[in-house]
């Protein structure tokens, strides 16, 4: 964080000094009680309904507390905290947030999608940090409370920030766009995930397009060409620049001549009537979209568009991303067990369609969760997506991934199936199936800590 006189904080936010000094700065900052207090020189938003410990806070001070309790409470602060009260917290709040955010001129993108966005964010991160200090949301921790430590993540060295936004109800989206205010937004894809928060597809689609109204005057839009649900985002009052990426001929960067090669993806880009040859590494299609949206994402930074590909060949795919390794019996194991929804899955079934070949394909499905009403639709499309295909075992674990069992089953799949309501005995299906011809996909949902466990289980050197 930039350090911040306090006397300049009070005077932004109009409040008035109920004890201690204001003569010296803060280098952090925290909404108490939702993030820890770590560090000495401290800011933090105090709300009516917080029960404080007035020593921890003095303990780690300086410590500066903002709140609108009443003065009589706020009077037992002890000699090491400085304390400002404000008429309203949560207009003091908003107040400060955008003092903080309007101190830096420099690009900030937010990423938001089904899939990709947490890849994407990684690839532009990858790119930019060779010669850029990046700001980022770490991993995929993206929930809506962690964007005021991510913001206040930027100091006075920071030359670009990239966030990742995290979706789990209408005006998730919204919220930490108001944060960030960035000036690029990206989304990847739009599919089938928490119906449970937004009621529907519909509504799923309206919560992802709170980006669009969320994004800086004049800043940049980027967007999947060949998205379905992402043509259904209302752009009429979208007022900046667009950029669209895919395989489509009207991309404004396209990639063409897509082929699966060793660790990776192999294609061309096509960019400003220029071609480029481009690696990534990593399989699948989807791969190479999240590669284009940070390829549009740099350059509209000002990176040079062949430099850009040159340094997404020694991006590293993230763990459990569709992440290959040698298993049990000289098999291939293929860990993507960290997140499981519908558009992730179809992603995954389509890079078996190419690896797979010739193989014996073991499919481990776990549930898909936060689907709402939707549950049993979805879970049966999964199944009847894989009784398409040639896959040689099915195994479902848990009560909602049975009905993908139930579907590909009544679709006729050739498979072998089974369905388990835990990973107790599924090791005892397996085990015997294990050889060099033998590639196994697990996916489940990064809240199973047992499908994790048992992923792990399955590789040659665990």
């Known amino acids: 964080m930039k350090p911040l006189r306090v006397k300049d904080i009070r005077n ?5 000094i109920i004890s201690g000094s204001e003569n010296w700065s803060v280098s952090d900052a925290i909404y108490y009680n939702r993030h820890e207090l770590t560090k000495r ?3 933090m938003f105090v709300s009516r309904s917080d029960s404080i410990n007035w020593h921890e806070i003095n303990n ?16 037992n602060a002890l000699s090491d905290t400085t304390v400002i009260k404000v008429r309203s917290l949560v207009q003091a709040y908003w107040k400060f947030l955008d003092y903080y955010r309007n101190l830096f001129k420099i690009p900030v993108v937010a990423i938001t999608g089904t899939c990709g966005k947490t890849t994407t964010k990684e690839m532009i991160k990858h790119i930019l940090s060779k010669d850029w200090n990046v700001q980022a949301s770490f991993s995929s921790k993206n929930e809506p409370r962690q964007s005021f430590p991510y913001l206040t993540g930027i100091d006075g060295n920071t030359e670009a920030a990239v966030f990742e936004l995290g979706l789990g109800n209408t005006g998730n989206i919204k919220h930490q766009c108001m944060i960030y205010q960035p000036t690029i937004g990206i989304i990847t894809t739009i599919g089938v995930h928490h119906l449970d928060g937004c009621g529907n597809l519909e509504g799923y689609i309206k919560a992802k397009s709170e980006i669009v109204d969320g994004i800086k005057q004049d800043g940049t839009l980027i967007l999947n060409a060949d998205d379905t649900n992402i043509k259904k985002v209302p752009l009429h009052s979208f007022k900046g620049k667009i950029i669209y ?3 489509n001929e009207k991309s404004h960067i396209r990639a063409s001549n897509i082929r699966f090669t060793k660790n990776g993806m192999d294609f061309q880009v096509h960019f400003s009537d220029k071609k480029y040859k481009a690696f990534i590494p990593g399989y699948g299609e989807h791969q190479v979209y999240n590669a284009l949206a940070a390829l549009a994402a740099v350059n509209e930074m000002g990176m040079d568009i062949s430099e850009a590909i040159s340094r997404l060949t020694t991006y590293k795919n993230m763990a459990r991303h569709l992440e290959f390794s040698s298993g049990m019996g000289g098999s291939t194991i293929i860990d993507d067990t960290w997140t499981n929804n519908p558009t992730s899955v179809e992603a995954a079934l389509k890079v078996l369609d190419s690896i ?4 014996n394909v073991i499919l481990v499905l776990g549930d898909i969760k936060r689907l709402g009403n939707f549950e049993k639709k979805y879970h049966r499309e999964i199944g009847s997506m894989v009784a398409q295909r040639d896959i040689h075992t099915l195994i479902t674990i848990g009560s909602k991934a049975e009905d993908i069992a139930i579907q590909a089953k009544k679709d006729g799949t050739k498979a072998n199936v089974y369905s388990f309501k835990d990973v107790n005995g599924v090791m005892d299906i397996l085990k015997p199936m294990l050889d060099n011809r033998a590639v196994l996909l697990i996916k489940g949902p990064m809240s199973s800590r047992s499908m994790i466990s048992f ?8």
Request: hydrophobic share 30%.
């Open 41 to 43: 020189n401290s800011l």
């Open 12 to 16: 932004l936010l109009q409040g008035e």
């Open 356 to 359: 797979g070949k010739g193989k």
């Open 455 to 462: 992923a792990n289980s399955l590789k040659e050197n665990n």
């Open 245 to 247: 990426f895919g395989v």
């Open 60 to 75: 780690k001070g300086p410590s500066l507390v903002i709140s609108d309790k009443p003065s009589s409470e706020l009077k």
